[in-house]
């Protein structure tokens, strides 16, 4: 069984930052893929940041600049994936529920079974006044 766990977020002032974590607890055979998603209010829900098992990240546009992810290296062993999204520059169109993935993918093939489906967190808020 997936455990997925979101800490962070808060209220902020425009340009502050803030720092977003994502817990993964998952099989031995399998490495997860964490990526952050954003929702505002009346919006489709949207991309924000990504990492990979090998540490490849990626962001959107809106982000570029401004939004890290990394690994937390010190936290991460055979079961636990953690990842964090450190937010700077933050602006009122931030301000949105941001959620965490975390996508499977088996350490070897034979394993694929064992690492099917996403999982998702509830959600952490994000709130940028002007």
């Known amino acids: 069984q997936v455990q997925l766990v979101e800490s962070g977020g808060g209220s902020v002032q425009s340009g502050g930052s803030l720092r977003l974590s994502c817990a993964v607890t998952g099989s031995i055979n399998c490495r997860y893929d964490m990526n952050w998603y954003r929702q505002a209010p009346g919006k489709e829900r949207e991309f924000v940041s990504g990492?990979?098992?090998?540490?490849?990240?990626?962001?959107?546009?809106?982000v570029k600049g401004r939004f890290t992810i990394s690994h937390d290296k010190m936290k991460n062993n055979a079961k636990n994936t953690v990842a964090d999204l450190q937010m700077h520059s933050l602006k009122p169109e931030d301000t949105a529920m941001y959620y965490c993935e975390a996508a499977p993918r088996p350490i070897i093939p034979a394993f694929i079974r064992d690492c099917s489906g996403s999982t998702w967190g509830q959600g952490t808020q994000v709130t940028v006044s002007s």
């Open positions: 990492i990979d098992t090998g540490g490849n990240t990626l962001y959107a546009d809106s």
